[in-house]
């Protein structure tokens, strides 16, 4: 895992954002039937969350600034910490693709 988090500033583009969205689907269960509006809110820059819940539950939430997922801390389990921790290499390695920051 990178020990540097970018602070992304701003929207992320409709590529940029389907792939996130790919990442999301890939490894931590978010729903297709989430992608418009994912793209939509991220490439609008209107917010930097999203709720997605997916694999990570009621409180799985992706972070546009820090390029990182989360859930809730009372509902962490050893395999849903796992899920963060590969979720979030690969988006490491998605901003690493697009040369930030």
Known sequence: MT?????????????QANAVFDVLVECAG??????EEFV???T???CDEFRFMGSLGSGGKFWRHRMQVSA????MTPERQATIDTTNTRLAELLNEWGKP
């Open 72 to 75: 809730y801390p009372e509902d």
């Open 40 to 42: 939509l809110t991220q």
């Open 3 to 15: 020990t540097a988090r970018a602070l992304i500033r701003g929207a992320l583009t409709a590529e």
């Open 44 to 46: 609008g820059g209107r």
């Open 30 to 35: 978010a729903s297709e039937w989430q992608r």
